[in-house]
């Protein structure tokens, strides 16, 4: 399984962008897709998640900023951020889960926004 995203940038304070991230390959079951980040000198954290059900979950500093949707069909999942700050600035990860297959992380795509 191949994980493509793509949609990272430089953005100032208040701006908005939108990640994407493509699955390709032996695609079996997925339980959930998401998106994590690392800033640096930190650790890998959760920023959305979306499960084969829909039920979505969020860290609490993106809550009413960021919206995650995916589309089980194409294998797709799409992060929009809005409100950025630059706390955000970090390499924003794709992730599956195959209940099947394994667990799956893409290859990273970085987000810089500025003050």
């Known amino acids: 399984v191949q994980l493509q995203a793509s949609g990272g940038g430089l953005v100032q304070a208040g701006g908005s962008l939108r990640l994407s991230c493509a699955a390709s390959?032996?695609?079996?079951?997925?339980?959930?897709m998401g998106w994590y980040r690392q800033a640096p000198g930190k650790q890998r954290e959760l920023v959305a998640i979306?499960?084969?059900?829909?039920?979505?979950n969020y860290a609490d500093s993106v809550k009413g900023r960021f919206a995650i949707s995916g589309d089980n069909a194409e294998n797709t999942v799409d992060l929009q951020m809005n409100s950025l700050k630059p706390e955000d600035t970090a390499v924003y990860y794709c992730?599956?889960?195959?209940?099947?297959?394994?667990?799956?992380w893409g290859q990273g795509t970085l987000v810089t926004v500025s003050s």
């Open positions: 390959g032996s695609i079996s079951s997925i339980t959930l």
């Open positions: 979306i499960t084969r059900w829909r039920i979505t």
């Open positions: 992730r599956l889960v195959d209940s099947r297959t394994g667990d799956y």
